[in-house]
């Protein structure tokens, strides 16, 4: 029932700048937290950032400081605001609702849609 697409991504320049949206459908903002997470290729999907249904932000520590997210209730509308960009912050970013855990890595209530890509170079 839940439907989830991301947006956003692109290309930058290490302490460049990128803003992620995620829009969407059969959730409600106001009762569920929502959560950034990112893959790389041959690696596992890590924790990006949580915001509960309150509205308080999780960030992992390798973001901390430089990414910020938010969100629209109104518009169910997620964001990620990317800056300080390093080359590691390169993989494929997804938006999910994460399932009794606010951090966990493995129980999420949506599906996993495609994803928004982020490349970051020198």
């Known amino acids: 029932q839940v439907q989830l697409v991301e947006s956003g991504g692109g290309s930058m320049q290490t302490g460049g700048s990128l803003r992620l949206s995620c829009a969407a459908s059969?959730?409600?903002?106001?009762?569920?937290?929502m959560g950034w997470y990112r893959q790389a290729p041959g690696k596992q999907r890590e924790l990006v950032a949580v915001?509960?249904?309150?509205?308080?932000?999780i960030y992992a520590d390798s973001v901390k400081g430089r990414f910020t997210i938010s969100k629209d209730n109104a518009k169910s509308t997620l964001y990620l605001q990317m800056d300080n960009l390093y080359r590691e912050d390169t993989p494929v970013y997804y938006c999910n609702t994460p399932r009794g855990q606010f951090r966990t890595t493995t129980n999420f209530v949506g599906p996993w849609g495609q994803g928004t890509q982020v490349t970051v170079s020198s």
């Open positions: 915001i509960t249904s309150e509205g308080r932000a």
């Open positions: 059969g959730i409600s903002f106001t009762m569920h937290a």
